[in-house]
């Protein structure tokens, strides 16, 4: 079977997404002494597409490298950037896939993908308590990282008023940092 190259992904994506794909890129770049070229794909998806990608990302490989979800408070909106590897083992011909969402603040949802992939379920805990994110359908939501006493509504990685800096203190006889 060939392996498709991140053109054809990116193609694939826009025939499966209907619309739904809003801006793709490729980057490459030279690894190692032999300088072997590395190739990540970046695509942004609409959150009414999101599901979709994830299905079709299962189509390209069975059982997809699912890595990471890394969230980002831009100031109105949250991107969810969801982080796979593609065709693993197959020679020079690996990607990186990134399928970045982003969401309005006024809305933080997006539908859980442990259904297809369950090794999603730790990181979409931790965006949930970390970020605020809800993720509807989580088959488990308890907090992994932070303790259940800590106040409802106060989100460690957020940089708005529901970030924790209302609970940060300088300890007595320290200085606080100066920016300048």
């Not at 054809?8 to 809003?22: C, M």
């Not at 008023?161 to 209302?166: A, C, H, V, Y």
Request: glycine share 6%; with cysteine; proline share 6%.
């Amino acid at each position: 079977m060939d392996t498709p190259g991140a053109r054809e992904v990116i193609e694939s994506f826009k025939t499966a997404l209907n619309g739904a794909l809003v801006d793709s890129r490729v980057y490459e770049r030279e690894l190692a002494l032999k300088k072997n070229v590395y190739t990540s794909v970046w695509l942004d998806i609409n959150r009414e597409g999101f599901r979709t990608a994830v299905l079709h990302v299962c189509q390209l490989q069975e059982n997809p490298h699912f890595t990471v979800i890394t969230p980002v408070d831009r100031g109105d909106t949250v991107e969810l950037i969801y982080h796979f590897s593609l065709f693993c083992g197959r020679h020079l011909k690996a990607l990186a896939l990134a399928i970045r969402v982003t969401l309005s603040k006024a809305d933080l949802t997006i539908p859980t993908i442990t259904d297809v992939i369950p090794g999603a379920i730790f990181s979409e805990r931790e965006v949930q308590e970390m970020m605020g994110i809800r993720v509807t359908g989580i088959p488990d939501a308890r907090r992994l990282f932070i303790p259940e006493d800590f106040p409802q509504g106060v989100y460690p990685w957020r940089r708005d008023e529901t970030g924790p800096q209302k609970m940060l203190k300088v300890l007595p006889g320290k200085q606080g940092i100066q920016h300048e």
